[in-house]
């Protein structure tokens, strides 16, 4: 089975994460930094916003997904992936910032609340899937009318 939302916001995903990686590169080739980040504050901030993005994006996927799988309603999750792959985004630029700001703030809660909104979607389609009536068995009887 195909699932074209997951296998979309999965190929976003992988694109959003080379750029938070190439966003790394260049600081670390002109700073002569292979390990750590020498004391730079805008590569540490790039640097933990590219772990954080691959801290989140699996759960994330892997509920985008299954849900997808038990038939979940795929204009909600066309949202719910268009929402962290935008929210992963803005948090990356606010990382950029030496203090708060409204687009890490925010791109941090939405990547929260999708998460958790998620993970009761899964769980109610988990519940539901599990308190369905069992279906009623018939015995096949040969037609001497003999059980």
Do not use: C
């Amino acid at each position: 089975m195909i699932l074209p939302v997951t296998l979309t916001i999965a190929a976003a995903a992988a694109v959003v994460n080379l750029w938070l990686a190439f966003r790394i590169v260049p600081m670390r080739v002109k700073g002569n930094v292979l390990i750590g980040d020498n004391g730079d504050a805008l590569l540490q901030g790039r640097m933990r916003a590219h772990a954080n993005f691959t801290e989140y994006a699996p759960f994330i996927l892997i509920l985008l997904g299954l849900i997808e799988l038990a038939g979940g309603s795929t204009l909600w999750l066309w949202i719910a992936g268009a929402v962290f792959v935008i929210a992963r985004v803005a948090h990356a630029f606010g990382m950029d910032r030496p203090t708060s700001s409204v687009p890490r703030a925010g791109g941090a809660l939405a990547t929260w609340a999708l998460m958790a909104l998620l993970a009761g979607w899964a769980l109610t389609i988990a519940y539901q899937a599990n308190t369905v009536p069992a279906a009623k068995t018939f015995q096949v009887v040969p037609s001497g009318g003999r059980a």
